[in-house]
């Protein structure tokens, strides 16, 4: 077992061991987790060791386990070295640190069990290359306002993956960031990157509005005007956006008729 603390210097890094982890004090004030010597499922990291804050995790720190089921970040972590937790057969739950700011190379890469990937309360500004690639039991995930780029094979090889919402901050999506998932549909806001991308990639868009169904002309409030457009539409005298067109199924039936214009007008008098 295990001493309470001790360390070993090697070149100019010391390292310490305590509470099974081996680590060392990084430039930011931290320490880094470089190694997990004891077996866990259900993992809590911890966000103290010697009374110093745990903020990184290293390179391959939790690569390679079989006993990892689940993980539960501190929010005290902001970096997450590459492949961190890759190649983890069993890993299918991750809480995510509401600081993380960076996850490098690979760190989810051939994670096999895990089914959704919630960021949505990170703060990362991109999504690294090969973040998720061959996780085959993928299907959902979130990604945060700040993230403005999606890297290369970053979900590539996910068989199951059905969604994942990129918010309008990314301008940037690389090639073959999605390769070889081919049952996904991105969601974001109409008239995003997104969007665009979606596209130009033949991959399905589901649309985000702004806007409060029915407010179909999009001035920020459901008024006479936007059942007489809906009409409008009905008779092919205007053509809509694939916004307007998502607006104006006020009654969430998949088609635009002058059912949804006359439940505006009742929406307006009150009368549902």
């Known amino acids: 077992m295990l001493l309470s603390l001790f360390s070993v210097s090697f070149s100019a890094t010391t390292y310490y061991y305590s509470h099974s982890y081996e680590f060392y004090k990084n430039d930011l004030s931290g320490l880094t987790i470089t190694q997990y010597q004891d077996t866990a499922e259900n993992l ?79 703060k990362i500004t991109e999504l690294a290359a090969q973040s998720f690639y061959s996780c085959s039991s993928l299907k959902s995930v979130m990604l945060p306002s700040t993230c403005k780029a999606i890297k290369k094979y970053a979900f590539a090889n996910c068989q199951q993956l059905e969604s994942v919402f990129v918010p309008s901050s990314v301008t940037t999506i690389e090639d073959n960031a999605f390769k070889g998932s081919t049952a996904v549909t991105i969601t974001g806001y109409f008239g995003s990157y997104a969007e665009e991308y979606a596209n130009a990639n033949n991959i399905p868009f589901k649309g985000i509005s702004a806007y409060e169904i029915g407010d179909v002309n999009m001035d920020g409030k459901i008024d006479i005007t936007d059942a007489t457009l809906i009409q409008k539409i009905v008779v092919n005298l205007v053509k809509p956006s694939a916004e307007q067109s998502y607006l104006a199924d006020f009654n969430n039936d998949g088609e635009i008729t002058v059912v949804d214009a006359t439940d505006i007008q009742k929406y307006i008098v009150h009368l549902n």
């Open 44 to 122: 809590q990291i911890p966000s103290e060791l010697i009374d110093i804050t745990v903020n990184v995790i290293g390179p391959s720190a939790f690569a390679k386990r079989s006993d990892l089921v689940s993980v539960l970040m501190p929010d005290t972590i902001k970096t997450i070295g590459s492949f961190a937790f890759a190649n983890c057969p069993n890993l299918s739950d991750v809480k995510f640190s509401s600081e993380l700011s960076l996850s490098v190379t690979g760190a989810f890469q051939g994670c096999t069990s895990l089914q959704k990937a919630d960021m949505s309360m990170t």
